[in-house]
């Protein structure tokens, strides 16, 4: 796939984007996110719509980064992806991950109060990112197929069944909720924010048209 250039993208994201680069993917995680690249590649090589939902037990966290970072990877190099994201539980895009978002470089905006909808951009032309916390199953993540990306042990762990999915795929992350309220706080939801970009990058760079 061609990579699309940043340079229309906000500067302070892609000026992130290139620090992110940066960042090396180890051989074990390679070996997890296989999977991920393999079931993307069989839909490109097939010509048939890639839908992915990234799914964590409360949808507020890793599972939000997962979503964003994967669309916004997905429109770096030009494969037709949507991404969505859900959870087993209603919560809200916990303010410490939007936060980190915001300090990634995106554009966000929000409507509603106890469990906002957030407009998320990577630049003035890109598709808009919409995130709030929701079920796996809310409307707004309409597929008839669909690979369900485990980002946590807890629902991965209780979620034996998801109707519609045709792959189950567990991509675990650490929580940076362990950090809420202490010195480290920005520095772990920033380092788990990146990570997960660096790692969504490394999957679709991996395919080829």
């Not at 590649?41 to 599972?63: A, M």
């Not at 990577?122 to 929701?134: M, R, T």
């Amino acid at each position: 796939m061609n990579q699309q250039e940043t340079n229309n993208w906000y500067p302070a994201l892609a000026k992130a984007v290139e620090q992110i680069d940066q960042r090396s993917v180890s051989e074990e995680r390679r070996e997890v996110l296989q999977v991920l690249i393999d079931y993307i590649q069989k839909k490109v090589d097939e010509g048939q719509p890639i839908h992915l939902n990234f799914i964590c037990t409360h949808n507020s966290r890793r599972s939000q980064f997962s979503q964003v970072w994967a669309q916004t990877a997905a429109d770096r190099y030009g494969v037709s992806a949507h991404c969505y994201s859900g959870g087993v539980e209603v919560t809200a895009f916990n303010e410490r991950a939007v936060a980190s978002i915001e300090r990634s470089g995106f554009q966000v905006s929000s409507v509603g109060e106890e469990n906002p909808k957030y407009t998320i951009t990577h630049s003035e032309s890109g598709n808009q990112i919409l995130a709030f916390s929701k079920l796996f199953d809310d409307p707004v993540n309409t597929a008839d197929q669909f690979a369900a990306i485990m980002t946590c042990s807890h629902a991965d762990d209780n979620c034996p069944f998801i109707p519609g999915t045709e792959q189950r795929i567990p991509v675990r992350y650490e929580d940076p909720k362990a950090f809420d309220d202490t010195p480290k706080e920005v520095e772990m939801y920033d380092e788990r924010s990146h990570q997960i970009a660096s790692e969504m990058f490394y999957v679709f760079s991996q395919i080829k048209s």
